[in-house]
T-cell receptor, first 109, second 116 residues
Framework: EDQVTQSPEALRLQEGESSSLNCSYT??????LFWYRQDPGKGPEFLFT???AGEEKEKERLKATLTKKESFLHITAPKPEDSATYLC??????????FGGGTRLMVKP | SQTIHQWPATLVQPVGSPLSLECTVE??????LYWYRQAAGRGLQLLFY??????ISSEVPQNLSASRPQDRQFILSSKKLLLSDSGFYLC???????????????FGPGTRLTVL
């Protein structure tokens, strides 16, 4: 059974304090690892898709990386506007996504 | 560009009342469509998905149903709501672009449903 576990559940950072969010997974056949950002009361916003171990993608202060067992979302010099819940999701051979519970990020000025 | 709409944005309904939530997608043809529910503080749970008009697959047994009367319209319904149906309902769409990979799903703004 596909499983996705995100840690930590919540993370408080000072503005400018870099950190990483973790997404550990088990899947019989990886068809993509997806990262989303979700603001309170809104739908998730797509950030990245990673398909194979060693792949990296960047967007502004965010960088996503992928290994055979986990993915990291690195946040460099975060700003208060980066505060949100970050979700990772596992794509399987049935073309379905299994979501993790999310990491709630709070960046204080 | 593609856009996805959901309505209503918020809904408060009594237990036992019917439900109809609507989702429409613009700017794409023959999308895959999905309904998810997100309970407070929890992850997304897939409820239904559709690969075409009239084709609905259910992931979780419940008192909800889904229909796809048109290519870019997806409707979530219930005949009698339960307290446990409260949550944030999200519609998503995707198109299959890359062989051997899962589709990227794009989400709508959601509907907050409170059952009292």
């Amino acid at each position: 059974e596909d499983q996705v576990t995100q840690s930590p559940e919540a993370l408080r950072l000072q503005e400018g304090e870099s950190s990483s969010l973790n997404c550990s997974y088990t899947v019989s056949g990886l068809r993509g690892l997806f990262w989303y950002r979700q603001d309170p009361g809104k739908g998730p916003e797509f950030l990245f898709t990673l398909y194979s171990a060693g792949e990296e993608k960047e967007k502004e202060r965010l960088k996503a990386t992928l290994t055979k067992k986990e993915s990291f979302l690195h946040i460099t010099a975060p700003k208060p506007e980066d505060s949100a819940t970050y979700l990772c999701a596992l794509g399987n051979a049935g073309n379905m996504l299994t979501f993790g519970g999310g990491t709630r990020l709070m960046v204080k000025p | 560009s593609q856009t996805i709409h959901q309505w209503p944005a918020t809904l408060v309904q009594p237990v036992g009342s019917p439900l109809s939530l609507e989702c429409t997608v613009e700017g794409t043809s023959n999308p895959n469509l999905y309904w998810y529910r997100q309970a407070a503080g929890r992850g997304l749970q897939l409820l239904f998905y559709s690969v075409g008009i009239g084709q609905i697959s259910s992931e979780v047994p419940q008192n909800l149903s889904a229909s796809r009367p048109q290519d870019r319209q997806f409707i979530l319904s219930s005949k009698k709501l339960l307290l446990s149906d409260s949550g944030f309902y999200l519609c998503a769409w995707s198109t299959h672009l890359r062989v051997g990979t899962a589709d990227t799903q794009y989400f709508g703004p959601g509907t907050r449903l409170t059952v009292l």
